[in-house]
């Protein structure tokens, strides 16, 4: 009898499991999404930022050394946050949470870069920028998927910092695979490859559209 109370104890666990899984899953969705709306703020000081350097109107700014200064009040917020949640967080949940905050900053990320205007000198400090923010996104766990969830951000960033546009065929290629050009393995279609071109102050339009892609 003790046997089969044993088992049947544990039928009823394992039926429960997928829901246990469930829930476990929007708690830790609800204290992603509570996190990324804290640290929203410092990251929406990039829409303040110039990539416009060394172009007309934008006063002359040269590139640093440094990353732009809202990559360091993110940073800091980010530390702030994550170490008030290691404490009371299993090892696995800081992961997840990790991983879902850097999937929310890369979104908010592309949104604003698309909102803006580049120079190629400009490109150069926002791939500086993002390289910075996964880092340090990557670094707050032990196991993140920083630098996939800023893959398309990344590849963008490639696409600002080439010479001309015609260089676009030295990197990108519709084929997934390996044997794309440059090694990567393209998140952005055509159209989105164009419409990050687009955003090079300097690049024409006219051969943007000629590109064969």
Not at 28 to 45: E, N, T, Y
Request: aromatic share 4%; charged share 25%; proline share 4%.
């Amino acid at each position: 009898e003790a046997l089969a109370d044993a088992r049947e104890a544990r039928a009823e666990l394992e039926g429960a499991r997928p829901a246990l899984k469930a829930a476990h899953a929007q708690a830790v969705g609800q204290l992603c999404a509570s996190l990324a709306q804290r640290l929203r703020p410092k990251l929406d000081l990039i829409g303040g930022t110039p990539y416009d350097l060394g172009g007309e109107g934008s006063g002359g700014e040269a590139l640093g050394d440094a990353p732009s200064p809202f990559v360091g009040a993110f940073c800091e917020a980010l530390d702030a946050q994550m170490g008030a949640l290691r404490p009371v967080l299993s090892e696995g949940n800081v992961d997840a949470v990790a991983a879902g905050v850097a999937r929310a900053c890369a979104e908010r990320v592309e949104g604003a870069l698309m909102q803006k205007r580049f120079t190629q000198l400009g490109a150069l400090q926002l791939d500086r920028d993002v390289r910075a923010l996964v880092a340090h996104l990557a670094s707050a766990s032990a196991n993140s998927l920083a630098r996939p969830a800023f893959a398309r951000v990344s590849q963008a960033c490639v696409l600002l910092c080439l010479s001309s546009e015609a260089e676009v065929h030295d990197y990108w290629a519709p084929a997934q695979g390996e044997g794309a050009p440059g090694g990567i393995r393209w998140k952005l279609s055509a159209a989105q490859v164009r419409r990050v071109l687009a955003l090079r102050a300097d690049f024409r339009q006219e051969a943007i559209d000629a590109l064969r892609l």
